[in-house]
């Protein structure tokens, strides 16, 4: 079935630090690809996706390309803020299926 | 302001007093779902509905109940809940048609089961 591989952290830097959160994947067939952003007591949103093979969703500065060839999708972003501290959840959906896989998620502190 | 609302955000009940969880959405989604947070497994779906009357399982749905009489409401029930489902619960909607489309989150409901 699919799965979505994600450390879960927590990972710890000073603002201004560029950030990287490793995603690979597993799916049948070609998946749409999501991260997800949960600030500390709400519920998840929509960071950014990626539909195809190639394709870089971006958002607030975060940026992930779609890489078919190595099934990832990882988050980066060149400076981060105290204000992105949140957990991270990466997640796939294999176009006809009615489910969404979500990796673990990533706690992110992000210290001034 | 197109939202999904949960109620109650927290409760702390006691082994096999039956209790529901209430999920409302005023964006006219087909598509709702419920969810639960654990630590180191992330989120897992629990049951989900297609549209008014139609649902299925999910990963998880020992234990749960639900129902999808309206459109905008899709209530979780825990018929004789145990604290192995302790945890935090999320409620989620989306357009139906492509799966592809991200879902909108409810802030969620910690229930603690003693």
Known sequence: ?112 | EAQVTQNPRYLITVTGKKLTVTCSQNMNHEYMSWYRQDPGLGLRQIYYSMNVEVTDKGDVPEGYKVSRKEKRNFPLILESPSPNQTSLYFCASRTSGSALQPQHFGDGTRLSIL
């Not at chain 1, 450390?7 to 000073?14: R, Y």
């Open chain 1, 1 to 112: 079935g699919d799965s979505v591989t994600q450390m879960e952290g927590p990972v710890t830097l000073s603002e201004e630090a560029f950030l990287t959160i490793n995603c690979t994947y597993t799916a049948t067939g070609y998946p749409s690809l999501f991260w997800y952003v949960q600030y500390p007591g709400e519920g998840l949103q929509l960071l950014l996706k990626a539909t195809k093979a190639d394709d870089k969703g971006s958002n607030k500065g975060f940026e992930a390309t779609y890489r078919k060839e190595t099934t990832s999708f990882h988050l980066e972003k060149g400076s981060v803020q105290v204000s992105d501290s949140a957990v991270y959840f990466c997640a796939l959906n294999s176009g006809g299926y009615q489910k969404v896989t979500f990796g673990i998620g990533t706690k992110l502190q992000v210290i001034p």
